[in-house]
């Protein structure tokens, strides 16, 4: 039976509340009172001071579906998205949590459940494996005796580097404090060649990463050494996009139906001329971000939040050139997600689609007229043979003609053309610094 991303949100949620889990809405993609984070971009984030010992759970045991994005600061996906299948700017996160309540043997169960079980996912167990920390034995006989996993898909994963405790599985919420080793589960990409002589360089290429159990139960000190915290907890994280992708039977999340529905409709209404997949998928990932950005009071700006939605906007833009559209087209798709309307208001947000529509046209049209006039440039320069561009030629589009450093970025890797990048970077600065030094 086919299962919709909405079906997918729906069995994962009321699969915990069976479990006696208490639903907690999404938190804004705006952090709250953390700086060290531009946008929440992991189910956690709006536990934070409880896994510090700051605050003290509601209930101690959660699910939660958190909008997440990925796309300014130190977790920043957005030049990958496009030309990866799984990568996006905007993505849902599912996780279940426990604080002094269940742990190890409880989250792996509730895990291997929901994935397998015909009621549920209805995955087949042939296509999974699992990681865990090289020293987390617990973790390992659990997965191996009660679960029933064979040891040669049980993959013990050391530190990185010979640097203690570094590693894809061990997880830490900074340099010090809250940590705790992982579990990962991974899926064979092909069902029907499920390969188990397998080493860890082979993972990446054959299996991908579909659930992460993390497993609170220390405090790292400044000196390094662990000692137990006080009462242990559970932060488990599954992207839908991904498990979606998985579930629907599709090498790619930007085929599974919430995205292929929105890319057929791009095609269709814009009269597209060119089938440029890469294009395509940028612009309904943006599109997304778009949406909750704008509805979590995020509008177009040269500042933090707002610098980050306007270089999302132009970036959809431009890629819609590359797609033969010369016009504002941007805020007319939200005309053309009328199936997914339900979708979209499965939060509890405000979501204003007029007030969306007009800020995204207002931001095309500025574009639009500082943009056309530096790629002509930008293009012409290119079409005269050039492979190598001087920097102070960048600093000039960039400057004097207003073009992105990133739309200048992308035209080049598309066309294959170097840029002095460090004399730009040097004129930026000189600029920056110029500009600082006549405010004083």
Not at 396 to 403: A, E, K, P
Not at 411 to 434: A, G, M, R, S, T
Request: charged share 25%; net charge positive.
């Amino acid at each position: 039976m086919f299962l919709s991303t909405l079906n997918i949100k729906n069995i994962f949620i009321n699969f915990f509340k069976e479990k006696d889990h208490l639903e907690i809405e999404s938190s804004s993609l705006i952090p709250k009172n953390d700086s060290s984070i531009l946008f929440t971009n992991s189910g956690m984030n709006q536990f934070k001071n409880i896994f510090l010992g700051i605050e003290k759970p509601i209930y101690n045991k959660i699910v939660t579906i958190q909008r997440c994005l990925r796309a300014g600061g130190k977790d920043n996906d957005l030049s990958k998205v496009g030309y990866s299948s799984r990568h996006h700017t905007f993505f849902e996160m599912l996780g279940n949590f426990s604080f002094n309540s269940y742990f190890k043997k409880s989250s792996i169960e509730y895990a291997w459940e929901l994935l397998t079980n015909k009621n549920f996912f209805n995955i087949s167990e042939n296509r999974l494996i699992v990681t865990v920390y090289y020293n987390d034995i617990e973790s390992y006989n659990i997965w191996n005796k009660n679960i029933g996993i064979s040891k040669k898909k049980i993959f013990k994963i050391g530190d990185k580097n010979n640097r203690k405790y570094i590693s894809d599985n061990f997880w830490s919420m900074s340099e010090f404090g809250p940590c705790g080793p992982s579990s990962e589960i991974f899926c064979n990409i092909n069902k029907n060649n499920c390969n188990y002589n397998l080493n860890l360089n082979k993972i990446s290429d054959e299996y991908i990463e579909i659930w992460n159990l993390v497993f609170i139960q220390f405090n790292k000190c400044k000196n390094n050494n662990l000692t137990e915290l006080p009462y242990f907890s559970v932060d488990t994280g599954m992207g839908l996009e991904r498990i979606s992708s998985i579930i629907q039977e599709v090498d790619s999340n930007y085929k599974i139906d919430l995205f292929k529905d929105l890319i057929n409709k791009l095609r269709k209404k814009l009269n597209i001329k060119y089938n440029n997949i890469i294009s395509l998928k940028i612009i309904a990932d943006h599109l997304r971000s778009c949406i909750f950005l704008i509805s979590d009071g995020i509008y177009p700006s040269n500042d933090k939040h707002g610098y980050v939605l306007k270089k999302i906007i132009r970036r959809s833009i431009y890629h819609g050139k590359l797609l033969g559209v010369n016009f504002p087209f941007l805020y007319k798709i939200i005309d053309f997600i009328d199936d997914n309307i339900k979708y979209f208001y499965t939060y509890n947000i405000n979501i204003d689609f007029n007030l969306i529509k007009n800020i995204i046209y207002l931001e095309e049209c500025k574009f639009e007229n500082s943009i056309n006039k530096g790629l002509i440039i930008l293009n012409k320069k290119i079409d005269e043979g050039n492979t190598f561009i001087d920097g102070d030629f960048i600093f000039l589009l960039y400057d004097t003609y207003g073009l992105p450093i990133e739309i200048i970025n992308e035209v080049c890797n598309i066309k294959n053309i170097n840029f002095d990048n460090k004399k730009f970077n040097k004129l930026l600065d000189f600029q920056k610094n110029k500009s600082n030094s006549s405010k004083k």
